[in-house]
């Protein structure tokens, strides 16, 4: 019988040591600060480019799927405005959830260094931001 205890608490240990935490970790090249550099301007017909637009408007992606936007807001594709507000994020499904009086999803992905969004738009609506040291 000795013999089989540590087959059974060894399985026993990894199970209650490995632990299975319900909030994502963060990517850290996302966590920090970006500041709106560019934002992609489209006729209509996909031609469109990132033009460069002077901006204020920032964002923080904090830990936890936290996300705080200054001198501006993510209901409208602006380059900025007055105001702050706060929304989440989830890096599993890299979606932005914002709250404009029904909830909306902005995805988001990081390609060489920059941060870019890409809105629900009929036409091609995005911006590409910065990241702040």
Known sequence: MKKFIPLILIPLLCTFSCSNDDDAIADPDLLGKWQLIEQ???PGDGSGTFQPVNSDLELEFLPAGVLQV???TLC???IGGEGDST???SID???IT???GNSTNISFEIKEGRLFLYFPCIEGCA???QKLP
């Open 76 to 78: 409208l594709i602006t």
């Open 70 to 72: 200054s001198n501006g």
């Open 40 to 42: 992609l301007v489209d």
């Open 98 to 100: 914002v709250d404009c």
């Open 93 to 95: 499904e890299n979606v």
């Open 87 to 89: 929304e989440s994020y």
């Open 127 to 129: 911006q590409k931001y």
